[in-house]
């Protein structure tokens, strides 16, 4: 009765220290309040810190889970990234794992217009585009292993079963599905994914969808079990929640947040930061609420709001002083060593913090320059999934990089390839006649990877437009073959080229793409060129000088058709250069037209490594040719008395 009087008592808000002799042992008292009170932590980390609190793993790995409430969609992944942004200015080595509670063992056979792009790793992984996201904020390169799928867990469990692992025993998902989870992310958590050798010092683990959903339970549970197997100094909870602002005047709700938390406790899980989205900060009242409710020390509920760019949102953690929290709760730097519940607390100033405080300066510097700028780059982007822009967000990304690295503003025009063809000039006029004032009045053309039929022809009549006027262009992967299957209609007086993909019945030599020897045609998933992949650069090419003259550069891939070999010779005769190739020198890998401003495609994703402040090169290179075409147009137009026109990006 004692013990309940103490926990209930804590339960309250009372943070009562537990004499040590009134138990027994830890581990009984650990089971017992876990079993009647499993949303008090803080009880297991107390008594269990004489150990250290590690009771399974050596390492002093951190953990650091990130969980979200209310709805899905509200930036867990952006938040996940932001702290591993200040993991890295605090001297630490990050690293990161996305978990997705779908039977998909990956995101590669699902569709764009329902899951967002995916994001293609060095080792050819196809993962969730929220890797991407990791990646660019922590600089780092993920493995297959950091994409965590429910069909990657049961696959490894049934195989075992099925060899005999478990000797007889009943499989279930609890012990066997929770341990593999939670093995499967300690391992992950020793990969080094910065270059060198050394191990992350910290893993981010964000766990997609909502706290509640019934797919997510099993790794809810494992979840739970993680902290008790690294120790609770080793391992905190982030809980992303929306705080709507609703009636007049507005008000800011705390109620959705309470729920979600009071769910998320319900589960044994118990938060230590509150990232609360919202469009306006939030106000005191409402953090005050939100700390007392939540049972999360007030300077733990940290106000993530909109903000004009998402490179603001490390500055926005940094700035409310969630860098000191974190140290504190998982006993990093100056508190290391200290015993939860000392009164007597080192005074820590966020900036001591920063070991690296370049990462910092440098995060500033784009948020800055993305708000200052004021010439704007226009690109208009052909591509056939434009349901969801997420279906392009690396693509967006590396853009945007690549305009700030340019000092323009970018916008970009987003353009049904479908309403290009000629038969939607019968079908609809209008959204014809939009469609291709989108793309003249850009200053730039892009045309991203993508599969299918649809939308094919109106791509290659931008490819043609781009290539007869001059305009800046850049074709990603399929883009690619459509810039190879126009030029080869067009200069090489072949109107029926086409790919083996989309016209399977071609005669030999209209086959301007053609499937890869080494492809697979019955099984989608995984049998596509995939991952990190050497190309040559010619030296004297355009490539060769936007990489900085790098004789081979490393890119990342993800296709099963490629230009055919035996139609090369032609088009090179014809003015096309290949001036990218793979080691065997028969695959084709990056193309550009001889006395064209800036006309380049390449088979690969340059797009999956351009990062914020060293954008990709190609992407860097459109930009810049963008730039360069309206400063000749400017002046081209002084010249001739006339007034310069804008190239209608005004507005």
């Known amino acids: 009765s004692y013990l309940i009087d103490r926990v209930a008592s804590f339960q309250l808000g009372n943070r009562v220290r537990l004499p040590h002799h009134h138990i027994s042992s830890s581990k009984s008292l650990s089971s017992i309040t876990r079993r009647r009170f499993p949303s008090i932590p803080s009880i297991r980390a107390e008594i269990s810190q004489d150990d250290g609190g590690e009771k399974k793993q050596n390492s002093n790995t951190k953990f650091i889970i990130v969980t979200g409430g209310v709805l899905s969609g509200i930036g867990k992944g952006v938040c996940a990234s932001s702290v591993g942004v200040l993991l890295r200015a605090m001297g630490l080595r990050p690293t990161a794992i996305k978990i997705d509670p779908y039977l998909n063992v990956d995101a590669g056979t699902m569709s764009p217009f329902e899951h967002g792009e995916v994001f293609v790793l060095d080792d050819g992984g196809e993962t969730?585009?929220?890797?991407?996201?990791?990646?660019?904020?922590?600089?780092?390169?993920?493995?297959?292993?950091?994409?965590?799928?429910?069909?990657?867990?049961?696959?490894?469990?049934?195989?075992?079963?099925?060899?005999?692992?478990?000797?007889?025993?009943?499989?279930?998902?609890?012990?066997?599905?929770?341990?593999?989870?939670?093995?499967?992310?300690?391992?992950?958590?020793?990969?080094?994914?910065?270059?060198?050798?050394?191990?992350?010092?910290?893993?981010v683990v964000e766990l997609g969808g909502t706290l509640g959903d019934i797919e997510s339970m099993p790794f809810v549970e494992a979840l739970r079990q993680l902290q008790d197997r690294v120790g609770y100094k080793n391992c905190a909870f982030l809980h992303?929640?929306?705080?709507?602002?609703?009636?007049?005047?507005?008000?800011?709700?705390?109620?959705?947040?309470?729920?979600?938390?009071?769910?998320?406790?319900?589960?044994?899980?118990?938060?230590?930061?509150?990232?609360?989205?919202?469009?306006?900060?939030?106000?005191?009242?409402?953090?005050?609420?939100?700390?007392?409710?939540?049972?999360?020390?007030?300077?733990?509920?940290?106000?993530?709001?909109?903000?004009?760019?998402?490179?603001?949102?490390?500055?926005?953690?940094?700035?409310?002083?969630?860098?000191?929290?974190?140290?504190?709760?998982?006993?990093?730097?100056?508190?290391?060593?200290?015993?939860?519940?000392?009164?007597?607390?080192?005074?820590?100033?966020?900036?001591?913090?920063?070991?690296?405080?370049?990462?910092?300066?440098?995060?500033?510097?784009?948020?800055?320059?993305?708000?200052?700028?004021?010439?704007?780059?226009?690109?208009?982007?052909?591509?056939?999934?434009?349901?969801?822009?997420?279906?392009?967000?690396?693509?967006?990304?590396?853009?945007?990089?690549?305009?700030?690295?340019?000092?323009?503003?970018?916008?970009?025009?987003?353009?049904?390839?479908?309403?290009?063809?000629?038969?939607?000039?019968?079908?609809?006029?209008?959204?014809?006649?939009?469609?291709?004032?989108?793309?003249?009045?850009?200053?730039?053309?892009?045309?991203?990877?993508g599969f299918g039929t649809r939308g094919l022809e109106g791509k290659i009549a931008a490819a043609r437009y781009a290539r007869e006027s001059g305009a800046p262009f850049l074709g990603v992967c399929l883009g690619m073959q459509c810039a190879v299957i126009e030029f080869a209609r067009s200069?090489?007086?072949?109107?029926?080229?086409?790919?083996?993909?989309?016209?399977?019945?071609?005669?030999?030599?209209?086959?301007?793409?053609?499937?890869?020897?080494?492809?697979?045609?019955?099984?989608?998933?995984?049998?596509?060129?995939?991952?990190?992949?050497?190309?040559?650069?010619a030296p004297g090419s355009r490539a060769h000088g936007l990489y900085g003259g790098r004789g081979a550069v490393d890119e990342r891939h993800r296709h099963r058709y490629e230009v055919n070999p035996e139609m090369v010779a032609a088009l090179e005769a014809a003015g096309m250069r290949f001036s990218g190739r793979d080691e065997t020198g028969q695959r084709m890998e990056v193309l550009e037209l001889e006395g064209h401003p800036y006309f380049l495609a390449a088979q690969y994703h340059p797009e999956y490594k351009s990062r914020p402040g060293r954008p990709s090169p190609l992407f860097e290179g459109l930009l810049r040719a963008c730039k360069d075409a309206k400063k000749a147009g400017t002046e081209a137009a002084v010249a001739e008395g006339g007034q310069g026109k804008s190239s209608n990006v005004a507005g």
């Open 128 to 203: 969730d585009l929220d890797l991407g996201n990791y990646e660019r904020f922590l600089d780092v390169r993920l493995r297959s292993e950091s994409n965590l799928t429910t069909g990657k867990v049961y696959q490894k469990v049934i195989e075992r079963e099925r060899r005999g692992d478990y000797l007889g025993k009943t499989v279930q998902v609890v012990p066997h599905i929770t341990d593999e989870i939670q093995d499967w992310i300690q391992e992950v958590a020793t990969h080094p994914v910065d270059g060198g050798e050394a191990p992350p010092d910290v893993c």
């Open 491 to 537: 200069a090489l007086g072949r109107p029926k080229a086409n790919s083996a993909e989309f016209a399977p019945e071609l005669a030999p030599e209209d086959r301007a793409v053609v499937f890869m020897p080494e492809g697979d045609r019955e099984k989608m998933g995984g049998t596509m060129r995939l991952g990190a992949r050497t190309t040559l650069l």
């Open 240 to 449: 992303v929640s929306l705080v709507p602002t609703v009636g007049r005047p507005p008000e800011q709700k705390t109620k959705p947040t309470q729920h979600s938390v009071k769910q998320m406790r319900s589960l044994g899980l118990a938060p230590d930061f509150l990232l609360c989205r919202g469009a306006a900060p939030l106000e005191e009242g409402a953090r005050a609420k939100l700390g007392m409710f939540c049972q999360v020390p007030k300077d733990n509920v940290i106000s993530v709001h909109d903000v004009s760019n998402l490179y603001r949102v490390p500055l926005l953690l940094l700035e409310q002083g969630f860098a000191t929290g974190l140290a504190e709760r998982l006993r990093l730097g100056p508190f290391e060593g200290l015993r939860y519940g000392d009164e007597e607390k080192p005074a820590v100033q966020a900036s001591s913090l920063l070991k690296n405080e370049q990462v910092m300066n440098d995060w500033r510097r784009l948020a800055d320059t993305h708000d200052s700028v004021s010439d704007e780059a226009t690109v208009a982007v052909v591509g056939k999934y434009l349901g969801l822009t997420d279906t392009y967000l690396s693509v967006q990304k590396a853009l945007l990089h690549a305009a700030l690295a340019t000092e323009q503003k970018l916008r970009l025009e987003w353009v049904d390839s479908s309403a290009l063809t000629d038969a939607a000039k019968d079908a609809d006029p209008a959204a014809h006649a939009a469609a291709w004032a989108q793309v003249r009045g850009a200053d730039g053309v892009l045309i991203p990877g």
